[in-house]
């Protein structure tokens, strides 16, 4: 069965808790080894959303040997900058980066405290991975970079946040905004620079688990169409073989 709408809701549902895994989202777990994650991503909430991303591959016939959740399974990729960084999770098919993905939240009540290591986090491997490939690291088709991200919705992240006086002034676009909007603003300017190939922004809560989606261009339709999309081009390239 193709991944639906309602397989997102009930994956971000899962992610706080607030309801639990369908049979067939749990299968998935146990195909790929999403419940050995937890070692990785400091706590198991983005098992969920591992075997979400995963059933897309597994639907498309890729072999779940190919489908790496977990550090004993080998998430790490070349980079240019540093010898290797772990990715959340990795598809590696006949020597071919098929898709690497990138899973992060930001909860509260603290959003400040996080927010720029955040950035910088997926900022630095999006840009070690492209310049790695560049250098000829990544064999046969260009690599693939997916970036899921959900930020805790709540007072702290809707309301906006001054930006300090330094020695230059900020651009206009970051004044006024909230954490909420930044995130927004940021991956949309990751998209349109091409450190990603496809990105999805949400946000939600415990409270209230249904998926809020902020940005058009970065919601689950657009993000699942690209992965869709990357399955396409390599199925007509003789992929999975």
Same mark, same amino acid.
């Given at each position: ?8 809701? $009930?994956? &971000? +549902? *899962? ?5 639990? !895994?369908?049979?067939?989202?749990? #299968?998935?777990?146990?195909? =790929? ?13 983005? $098992?969920? &959303? +591992? *075997? ?5 591959? !597994?639907?498309?016939?890729?072999? #779940?040997?190919?489908?790496? =959740? ?172």
């Amino acid at each position: 069965m193709p991944v639906t709408r309602q397989d997102f809701e $009930d994956a &971000i +549902a *899962a992610y706080w808790g607030a309801k639990q !895994l369908q049979s067939e989202q749990s #299968a998935i777990k146990a195909a =790929v080894g999403a419940g050995t994650a937890g070692s990785v991503r400091g706590g198991k909430h983005f $098992d969920v &959303i +591992a *075997a979400l991303l995963a059933k897309f591959f !597994l639907e498309a016939g890729y072999p #779940a040997e190919s489908i790496r =959740v977990s550090k004993s399974q080998g998430l790490e990729l070349p980079g240019y900058y540093r010898p290797q960084k772990q990715w959340d999770l990795v598809v590696v098919h006949e020597g071919v980066l098929v898709a690497a993905f990138e899973l992060k939240a930001l909860g509260g009540p603290s959003y400040g405290n996080n927010y720029n290591n955040r950035v910088e986090e997926a900022l630095g491997s999006a840009v070690d991975l492209r310049r790695a490939a560049l250098a000829e690291l990544f064999p046969k088709e260009k690599p693939w970079l997916g970036y899921f991200f959900i930020m805790q919705d709540g007072e702290g992240s809707r309301r906006p946040v001054k930006t300090a006086k330094g020695a230059l002034p900020a651009d206009e676009v970051w004044h006024g905004t909230s954490y909420q909007d930044r995130f927004g603003i940021f991956c949309e300017r990751l998209m349109a620079e091409q450190l990603y190939d496809a990105a999805c922004y949400v946000t939600s809560s415990t409270e209230n688990p249904k998926p809020i989606e902020l940005v058009e261009s970065l919601d689950w339709r657009h993000f699942s169409a690209a992965i869709n999309a990357r399955l396409t081009y390599l199925k007509d390239l003789g992929l999975p073989g």
